[in-house]
């Protein structure tokens, strides 16, 4: 049916792209892990990094696209921190009855509210943002373009900087504590508020760049980030909640689920649509028989 | 029967008097139509606080289950013989036994872990139903057939009246009912619920299938009345929409919340030159409720000029 | 009022490496007034959740009035006559007291909504929390919540009551009113079993005391003799003398 160049074609291209898929289900975990949040806008924020990297390079123009994805960091950076310290303190306080839904809940409003003010401003029709760099890389049987490369590459620079910051900075050690019990750091003299601001504005931002990376390949539209914000529920889930190394190992796991289970079906326009699905198989499997995950607590 | 208070019964009278006049007072097939819609989203919207707002489950499966319901039906009319109005009932049924499945499995789940299986479970239909489109004509949608062999719609009207007169009254009694307080002692805590002697297991259920027989009428409805039935319907957006509504109105209160879907429906139609302008007023509107008043508008407002909670 | 059995067999309860519950039997007859005490940690409340159903036991037995109980669901065990009350008391925060009161008596069928909460008021009545009756438990102070815990698993009506520190966190005059309604409900015909630090209210209270540590049972007999036993006191000093230890260091 398919030859093994096929196999080994897909599965370097769902390595590759699961790269970016990791570098997104990691901001959405330490958001999870920080706050205890579940965060329903992180496809928005996905999507506004590509769009803040196109407005940069490509309406103001003459910069760098690498710049453009710097630009969709900071931008939301700046929204992830506005957006919990105007909605999300009552939270952190313990003001609320149900935590749980009133985030779901703020998060869902802010997904729509972000999703439509795009589709507002730019319009329904896709864009392009410039490659940064044209050509590809052959390997044997193997092609793989230059601007996926240089996407995963850095993917992995920015997770790579993440857990470097978190095992060893003072605002990562900050951040764990107030993770695995926010009382109790705070009584050690952490402000939990503080930390969780940050904590979400990281999420935010690593979204962000993973929008603003794939949006040469991929292109952007307002409700781009759907699917991947349910693709991230299903890796941090599979990873195991709260887990970073989970959301990575899940992310690469995804990738190549998704490249490769199209072989396994032969009509070809089914078995694309059907991507979605398997991903999808594997979230009911594990929340029904492993909800922790793979390296999540035991519930 | 517990008696019926007097202001509360003004209200109820009022509301069902005032729905029956409209088509004598409202010409113009457009808003007739907004009308219809608009009752169609209070349903929605008291479905979804039916489950969440008193039981507690926040499930996003609601929107599926009309799909299920509208699709069964219009196939059955579409592939076999079978009377009109036992496509109908078949299509509820339908829902309903898939929310019986789908309630059992969501036994084990809580929060945010409800949301995202019933947000898979619902992804997961639409996928199919869009992907099998030998069968289901995929996202271009599937014919069906009207109700009624006119192009007015006025019928329409008072037939999605009567649903959610009918529906509201059914929802109603059985919140009022030990069900409702059994219900309400799920959400807030089903532990002890349990440790109390409530069969949570049974009321869970309950629960799940009677929203989801009523998402099956809502459902059969929207296909024959819209006379076409897409996958995209089913998409997050719509239950978010649901949700939005019933939050709005405040989801703790069955009647609040129809009216926050009834009344947000006509303002997002009457907005319609805004285009996307309107969703982004509603996503903020939603953020604003639910950061600032965290009951909703409407049933504070409800209690206050009822008296009481429900 | 039938004769109340509760016999509890090797009950063993373990999180993983954590022995909470490690091999305890009891032996329940008749409308006993029991106190269970021990140290910080022993496994008390951990006990009462596997009892009532709340966790699944890891393993033994428990037998309830002739009928093997330990794999039913709480909401059975309750049914069948086994009430509990919680440390940190767990109200239904947005529903009224009157709401709150009523929900065990309506899931054991024991009347209709208006019987069921004249039944309400007659607790409300007896507990003096009468004119909090329309209030949102989450509105009550943290006593008159406690009082409400109690209001709740008496309307269950059953033969056997766990109160998980009833007097905790209460102020003496409530705690003595507590006290006077455990004893009131004991004349009744219900056996009690009634976790506290509080050794006084104990001692006082309970004809039979039963001390666990690290999980076991270490005594299980009538006040004096419990006060006096050498095991007992070096589990309490053993507490007393790790804290003077750490304290120290």
Redesign the interface.
């Known amino acids: 049916m398919y030859g093994l160049d096929y196999f080994f074609m897909q599965g370097a291209n769902g390595l590759v792209i699961g790269c970016l898929y990791a570098l997104m289900a990691l901001g959405l975990t330490l958001i999870f892990s920080v706050l205890k949040v ?1 965060n329903f806008a992180h496809g928005e924020f996905y999507m506004i990094g590509g769009y803040m990297s196109y407005f940069l390079v490509t309406l103001v123009g003459g910069v760098n696209p690498f710049l453009g994805v710097l630009f969709g960091m900071v931008v939301l950076l700046v929204i992830g921190s506005t957006f919990d310290y ?2 999300l303190r ?1 939270m952190h306080r313990g003001e ?3 935590p ?3 985030a ?3 998060t ?10 795009v ?2 401003v730019a319009g329904p029709f896709p864009h392009r943002t410039p490659s940064f760099m044209e050509g590809g890389v052959r390997i044997g049987a193997i092609s793989i373009s230059a601007d996926r490369l240089i996407a995963a590459g850095l993917a992995l620079a920015l997770m790579l900087a993440l857990l470097t910051f978190i095992k060893l900075s003072w605002t990562g050690m900050a951040m764990r504590a107030v993770s695995q019990d926010q009382d109790a750091a705070s009584v050690a003299g952490i402000n939990p508020l503080r930390m969780s601001n940050i904590a979400f504005a990281i999420g935010a931002a690593l979204a962000g760049a993973s929008g603003a990376l794939i949006a040469p390949i991929f292109g952007i539209v307002p409700d781009v980030g ?1 699917l991947p914000s ?1 693709r991230s ?2 890796i941090v ?1 599979l990873g195991g909640m709260g887990s970073i190394k989970g959301a990575i190992l899940g992310g690469i796991i995804i990738g190549l689920v998704e490249s490769m289970g199209a072989a396994f079906i032969p009509d070809m326009s ?1 078995a694309l ?2 991507r ?2 398997y991903g ?2 594997i ?2 499997i594990v ?2 028989f492993r ?1 922790r995950g793979l390296f999540g607590e ?1 519930q | 029967m517990k008696h019926i208070g007097l202001r509360k019964g003004i209200l109820f009278v009022g509301l069902i008097l005032g729905g029956a006049l409209v088509p004598v007072f409202v010409e113009s097939s457009y808003w007739l139509h907004v009308f219809t819609m608009a009752y169609f989203y209070g349903l929605m919207a008291a479905t979804w606080s039916f489950l969440d707002g008193y039981a507690g489950q926040f499930s996003f499966a609601n929107i599926a289950l009309l799909l299920i319901a509208g699709y069964t039906s219009a196939l059955l009319a579409k592939h076999t013989g079978l009377p009109f109005l036992l496509n109908l009932i078949i299509g509820i049924i339908a829902s309903g036994v898939i929310g019986l499945f789908i309630g059992y499995l969501c036994l084990r789940f809580k929060g945010a872990y409800l949301a995202l299986f019933t947000i898979a479970f619902s992804e997961g239909i639409r996928i199919i139903i869009n992907t099998e489109h030998q069968v289901t004509r995929g996202p271009a949608g599937l014919h069906a057939d009207a109700f009624f062999d006119t192009t007015s719609k006025v019928p329409y009207y008072y037939l999605i009246f009567i649903i959610l007169v009918i529906s509201i009254f059914i929802m109603y009694r059985i919140l009022r009912s030990k069900w409702g307080l059994f219900f309400m002692a799920i959400r807030e805590d089903d532990e002890v619920a349990s440790a109390l002697g409530v069969n949570i297991v049974r009321y869970k259920i309950i629960a799940f299938v009677v929203t989801s027989i009523f998402c099956g009428v809502a459902g059969v409805f929207y296909t024959h009345f819209n006379q076409m039935l897409t996958p995209n319907f089913g998409e997050i957006a719509t239950m978010g929409l649901v949700i939005g509504m019933a939050i709005i109105g405040g989801v703790e209160n069955l009647i609040a919340a129809m009216l926050g879907g009834i009344l947000l429906e006509f303002g997002l139609e009457s907005l319609r030159e805004l285009g996307a302008w309107r969703m982004v007023a509603f996503g903020g509107l939603l953020m604003i409720v639910v950061r600032f008043a965290r009951n909703g508008l409407l049933a504070p407002l409800y209690r206050k000029l009822i008296g009481e909670e429900l | 009022m039938a004769d109340i059995e509760l016999k509890i067999e090797g009950l063993k309860k373990h999180f993983g490496g954590v022995r909470a519950v490690d091999g305890i039997s009891v032996h329940v007859q008749g409308n006993e007034l029991i106190g269970l005490i021990g140290p910080n940690g022993s496994g008390k409340t951990t006990t009462i959740d596997t009892i009532n159903g709340l966790f699944k036991q890891t393993a033994g037995k428990i037998t309830f009035q002739g009928e093997r109980i330990e794999n039913m669901p709480s909401y059975e065990r309750a049914r069948r006559g086994l009430g509990r009350t919680f440390q940190v008391t767990r109200v239904f925060q947005r529903m009224s007291v009157t709401q709150n009161l009523m929900v065990p008596a309506l899931a054991l069928s024991r009347g209709s909504q208006s019987e069921v909460e004249k039944q309400a008021h007659e607790v409300m009545a007896f507990l003096t929390i009468e004119r909090l009756a329309d209030e949102n438990a989450q509105n009550l102070s943290g006593g008159q919540q406690k009082l409400l815990e109690l209001g709740r698993v008496l309307m269950l009506d059953p033969d056997v009551i766990f109160l998980d520190e009833p007097f905790a966190g209460v102020h003496p005059e409530l705690s003595k009113q507590i006290h006077k309604y455990i004893r009131e409900v004991h004349q009744d015909g219900k056996a009690f079993i009634i976790v506290s630090h509080d050794m006084d209210t104990i001692f006082g209270l309970c004809e039979r005391v039963i001390v666990m540590n690290e999980g076991k049972k270490i005594a299980d007999g009538d006040p004096e003799a419990v006060r006096t036993d050498e095991a007992v006191i070096d589990a309490y000093l053993g507490e007393a003398s790790e804290k003077a230890q750490l304290e120290g260091a």
Not at chain 1, 108 to 117: A, D, I, P, R
């Open positions: 579940v105007l909605f009552p609320v009855d149900r749980g839904e009133y779901i809940l703020l869902f409003g802010l997904s729509f509210f972000l999703q439509n003010l589709l507002a759907v349910i529920f299903i889930v089914r649509a059907y979605q699905l999808l198989m979230f009911v929340l029904l909800p035991a």
